[in-house]
C-alpha cells in the first residue's frame, strides 16, 4: 500500500440534533466526517464547529475534495455557512477547480402535517418553501453580500460562488420516488462523483418527514467506508453498504426520547416523540444493520442525546461481532487497519 494516501476517516464531529447539549463531557461538536486520501479530505456534513475541528485535524482547506451533505436539517448543514464566508478565503486558487458540492436538491413540496396538531401549522417561507442546497449556498451568499462585496470589490476576491460547483443530487428516474408517498424506494446504488483517489455512490434512506435523504459510500483503492445520514432501519442503507471495511452509523437512546417527551400529552411532544420513533435508528438497530451488510466494522456517530454517557453505546460492543467503535471528535479510523489480514470480521474483538 502507498502509505502516503492510506485511506482514513476523521471524526469531526460525532453529535447529532440541533441543538448545544448540555453537560457533554466529551464536548462533541455537530456531525461532520472528514474521508482523508494522502493529503485531499471530503467532507460529509457541515455540523456545528465543523471549520474549527477541520483545522484542529490538521487538514487544509485548500485540499478540500468535495462537500457530501446526506440530507438538509439544520444539524448538518448549520456551518454551511462559515465553509462559504470562512472557507472561501483558503479556496481562492480554486477559481479553476472549484470545490464540487453534492447534496440534495429541491424537496418539491411540503411534508404534511402532523396528525397531532390540533390548529394547521403554517411553513415559513412560502414562496419558496422546500429549497434545495444550491438554492440555499446562494442564499447564503445573498445573506452576507454586504461581507462579500466588501472583499469582491475593495479586495479584489472571488465570489464564494466561482469557488463551489453546486450539484444538487439527481434521483435516477424510473424509481417511483415520491418525498411524500415513496420516500425509500427499492434501488441499487449510484455514482455521483469520483476523481483519481475515490468513487462517491449514494442511495435514498429513510429519515421522515425530510426527503430526500442519502447515505453515501466512499470506495478508493485501499478500503472503503459507508456513512449512513439520518435514517431508521433500511434495506437500502445495508445495500449501500455491504462489504464495507467501515460503517459509521448514526444512533439514539429511546430511553433519553422516553424521558423527554413520554409524559407529555400536548400536540409538540407527542410529534416529537413519534418523529424520533420513525426517523432513527437505536444502537441495535445500528448493529443489525451493521450484521446484516456484512462490515467489518460499525462505528456509531450523530450521537443523540450528544451529552450521553458512553455507557448508553457501550452495549452495541456485545452485540456486534467485528469491531465495535464509539469514537470521540477527532479520532482517526484507518479503512484498512494494520491487523485486517489477520482476522476475518467475525473473529475480529470488539474495541473501545
Known amino acids: 500500500m502507498n502509505t502516503s494516501l492510506k485511506p482514513r476517516v476523521v471524526t469531526l464531529g460525532t453529535a447529532g440534533g440541533p441543538r448545544w447539549w448540555k453537560g457533554d463531557s466529551k464536548d462533541r461538536a455537530g456531525i461532520a466526517t472528514a474521508v482523508v486520501v494522502g493529503e485531499r479530505f471530503y467532507l460529509v456534513d457541515a455540523g456545528h464547529g465543523v471549520g474549527r475541528r477541520i483545522r484542529q485535524a490538521g487538514l487544509e482547506l485548500s485540499q478540500l475534495g468535495g462537500i457530501f451533505i446526506t440530507h438538509l436539517h439544520s444539524d448538518h448543514t448549520i456551518d454551511l455557512p462559515s465553509l462559504v464566508v470562512f472557507g472561501t ?86 424509481l417511483g420516488y415520491h418525498p411524500n408517498d415513496q420516500p425509500t424506494p427499492q434501488m441499487e446504488p449510484f455514482e455521483i462523483f469520483r476523481d483519481e483517489h475515490v468513487v462517491v455512490t449514494a442511495i435514498l434512506v429513510e429519515h421522515p418527514p425530510v426527503a430526500p435523504a442519502f447515505a453515501f459510500r466512499f470506495d478508493t483503492e485501499h478500503g472503503s467506508v459507508t456513512v449512513s445520514g439520518d435514517t431508521c432501519s433500511t434495506p437500502n442503507l445495508v ?106 470480521a467475525a473473529s475480529v474483538q470488539a474495541s473501545k
Not at 121 to 133: D, I, L, R
Not at 138 to 160: C, E, Q, Y
Open 89 to 174: 478565503h483558503e479556496l481562492q486558487h480554486r477559481t479553476q477547480d472549484p470545490v464540487h458540492v453534492f447534496a440534495p436538491g429541491n424537496r418539491g413540496e411540503l411534508p404534511p402535517g402532523s396528525p397531532f396538531a390540533t390548529t394547521p401549522p403554517q411553513p415559513v417561507a412560502p414562496e419558496n418553501p422546500t429549497p434545495g442546497t444550491a438554492d440555499m449556498i446562494k442564499g447564503i451568499v445573498k445573506a452576507f453580500a454586504t461581507d462579500l462585496n466588501d472583499r469582491i470589490l475593495d479586495s479584489l476576491r472571488p465570489s464564494p460562488l466561482d469557488l463551489l460547483e453546486l450539484r444538487d443530487i439527481e434521483i435516477p428516474e424510473g
Open 239 to 344: 445495500r449501500l453498504a455491504a462489504g464495507c471495511d467501515l460503517l459509521l452509523h448514526e444512533a439514539i437512546d429511546f430511553e433519553w426520547v422516553e424521558g423527554l417527551y413520554g409524559h407529555r400529552t400536548d400536540d409538540e411532544g407527542r410529534a416529537s416523540r413519534e418523529h424520533h420513533y420513525k426517523s432513527h435508528t437505536s444502537v441495535e438497530g445500528a448493529v443489525s444493520q451493521a450484521k446484516a451488510a456484512g462490515v467489518r466494522r460499525l462505528a456509531l456517530h450523530h450521537l443523540v442525546p450528544g451529552s450521553a454517557d458512553e455507557a448508553v453505546w457501550a452495549k452495541g460492543e456485545r452485540l456486534f461481532p467485528g469491531r465495535f467503535l464509539v469514537p470521540e471528535d477527532l479520532d482517526v479510523i484507518d479503512l484498512v487497519p494494520d491487523d485486517a489480514a489477520a482476522a476475518p
